[in-house]
């Protein structure tokens, strides 16, 4: 399946933004889906994942309370909506799918996007 993430942008801290993923197949909704991000000079770390029919969740720790994840089967697109912006948040954001019904695993994650730019400015 191939992702097309979107949404990126520059704000203030604060602020908010909203990151979309189109999958191109509609068999995507049967996929776990996640969103990733990697800041430079640091690992690629899972902020969010969701599961095939949107009954489970994953936040990171930084993110919980701040950040939701929600997916639309039938427009095969997930997203991340991202309150309370920080500094800290800044980084590509790349969404990803597994084949598996649901995953905190960067590993069993297959297919991903091309990543979108994030960056909150102090």
């Known amino acids: 399946v191939q992702l097309q993430a979107s949404g990126g942008g520059l704000v203030q801290a604060g602020d908010s933004l909203r990151l979309s993923c189109a999958a191109s197949e509609r068999t995507q909704k049967w996929f776990g889906m996640g969103w990733f991000r990697q800041a430079p000079g640091k690992d690629r770390e899972l902020v969010s994942a969701i599961g095939w029919n949107g009954g489970r969740t994953y936040y990171h720790d930084s993110v919980k309370g701040r950040f939701t994840m929600s997916r639309d089967g039938e427009k095969a697109t997930v997203y991340l909506q991202m309150n309370s912006l920080k500094p800290d948040d800044t980084a590509v954001y790349y969404c990803?799918?597994?084949?598996?019904?649901?995953?905190?695993?960067?590993?069993?994650?297959?297919?991903w996007g091309q990543g979108t730019q994030v960056t909150v400015s102090s």
């Open positions: 990803a799918a597994t084949r598996r019904l649901f995953s905190q695993y960067a590993n069993e994650y297959n297919s």
